[in-house]
């Protein structure tokens, strides 16, 4: 393992992790944005990569914005300006539930957005996976999951 130094003489480690986590939000980025430009394309208006990603989170049936807040790790403002806008779009609607929470739901039209990026997903599952020769889709998914857990096992002790 090589060591570099700051500016200021500060030794600074290599780490493989590092390297991990900016290629996985790269990789993330990157997808995001294509599958955002895409649906744009067929016709949904105004999806940028954070309204996706934004959506991505959200069950097929009822939300409740204290969830998907606690999920995001945001304040329930930010949910709920993100949700009013999603509904001024015309994908996610709002219906009186128990007490005062609003339950959240997605449109036919947030169905069809949401179908439609899993579609596009589902294409771009033959591009990425043909060109990682090494493991099959399904083993890389398991060694992020073990890593997952490491590090989840790691914060609890």
Known sequence: ????????????????????????????????????????????????????????????????????????????????????????????EQINGAGKQKEICFTGTGEYLMSDARQLLAELDEILFKNTNTKTPQAIIGELNIMICAVNDRQHT
């Open 1 to 92: 393992m090589s060591t570099r130094f700051t500016h200021k003489g500060i030794p600074m480690v290599e780490s493989q992790s590092l390297q991990l986590i900016q290629s996985a939000q790269r990789l993330n980025d990157v997808i995001t944005q294509y599958i955002s430009q895409r649906l744009v394309e067929k016709g949904y208006k105004s999806l940028t990569p954070s309204l996706l990603s934004f959506l991505s989170v959200l069950e097929c049936g009822v939300n409740y914005g204290s969830e998907i807040a606690r999920n995001l790790n945001v304040t329930r403002q930010m949910v709920a300006k993100t949700v009013k806008q999603l509904c001024q779009l015309g994908y996610l």
